[in-house]
C-alpha cells in the first residue's frame, strides 16, 4: 500500500497560545487557496514538504505525556483532507483532544472530522463581513466559508461539535465591520483578535475591549500583550480572571 503523505508547515511540541486555557502541541500543513496580505505563515501557503503520516504521528506521541491536545493550523490543514482526518484519528488514539484552525475553505474535511467525533474544537477565521468576501477570496471559496460556518453550527447546536468559535482578526481601519459580522455569524462564540501586520499599528487591547462591549453580546478579546480576556454581556462585565491567550 502507498504511504499517506503529509505536506508538512512544522510541528511546535508544547504550545499555550494555541488552544487557550490548554498546553497542546501544534501540527502545521502546508498549503493554502488563500493569500491574505497580512498572512503571519506566509511560507507555508506554497511549496513541498512530504512527509510519510508515520513520521508526524511520532511528532504527536512525542508530545503526548505533557499535553493534553493537539491542534492543526497552517496554512490551511482542512486542504489536506486525508492527512488531516489520519492524523486527528492519530491524536485521539492517543488520547489527545482535537482542535482544528481554520479558515473554513473545506467544509467537507470538517463534515468528516465532526462525523467520525474525531474533532474538539474548531476555530473558524471569519475574515470580513460576507459582502467583501467575494473580493477577498473569490466568490467560490466565499460560499464554502459560509457552509463551513453553517455546518459547525448545526453540529455545535446538536452536541456534535463540543467547541467552535469564530475569529475575527480585526486591523485598524476595519472597526466598524465588527457588528455586522457579529450579527452575520449568528450566536456563535465569538472572539475578536488582534490583528498584527507591519503596516498598521495594532489595535490596542482598551480599543479592542471598547469595540466589545458596544457590541452587545459575549464576547472574547485576545491580544498579545493581554492573552484572552472574556466580556459577559448577561452581567454588563469582564469576567474575574484573565485567560492566558
Ligand atoms: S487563510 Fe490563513 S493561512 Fe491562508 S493566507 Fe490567509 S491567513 Fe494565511
Not at 494555541?18 to 498572512?39: H, K
Not at 455586522?180 to 489595535?203: D, F, W
Amino acid at each position: 500500500m502507498i504511504p499517506l503523505l503529509v505536506n508538512f508547515g512544522g510541528f511546535v511540541p508544547l504550545s499555550t497560545v494555541d488552544w487557550p486555557g490548554r498546553a497542546v502541541c501544534t501540527v502545521f500543513l502546508r498549503g493554502c487557496p488563500a493569500r491574505c496580505p497580512y498572512c503571519q505563515n506566509a511560507p507555508l501557503l506554497a511549496g513541498e514538504d512530504r512527509r510519510e503520516l508515520d513520521e508526524v504521528a511520532a511528532m504527536i506521541a512525542g508530545s503526548a505525556l505533557v499535553v493534553s491536545a493537539v491542534v492543526f493550523s497552517g496554512g490551511e490543514p482542512t486542504m489536506q483532507g486525508d492527512a488531516l482526518v489520519a492524523l486527528a484519528r492519530e491524536g485521539r488514539r492517543l488520547g489527545l483532544a482535537v482542535g482544528v484552525h481554520t479558515n473554513g475553505a473545506y467544509p467537507d474535511t470538517l463534515a468528516r472530522l465532526v462525523d467520525e467525533g474525531i474533532v474538539d474544537h474548531v476555530a473558524l477565521d471569519i475574515k470580513a463581513r460576507w459582502e467583501r468576501y467575494p473580493n477577498l477570496l473569490g466568490a467560490d471559496l466565499t460560499d464554502r466559508v459560509k457552509a463551513s460556518l453553517a455546518f459547525c453550527s448545526g453540529a455545535y447546536a446538536e452536541g456534535r461539535l463540543p467547541e467552535f468559535e469564530a475569529v475575527v482578526t480585526l486591523f485598524r481601519g476595519y472597526e466598524d465591520e465588527v457588528a455586522a459580522i457579529a450579527r452575520e455569524v449568528g450566536e456563535v462564540s465569538l472572539v475578536l483578535q488582534q490583528g498584527v501586520t507591519e503596516s498598521v499599528t495594532p489595535l490596542s487591547f482598551e480599543e479592542l475591549t471598547a469595540i466589545a462591549e458596544r457590541l452587545g453580546r459575549s464576547c472574547r478579546v485576545r491580544t498579545r500583550e493581554n492573552g484572552e480576556q472574556e466580556y459577559e454581556v448577561d452581567r454588563g462585565r469582564w469576567a474575574a480572571g484573565k485567560r492566558q491567550g
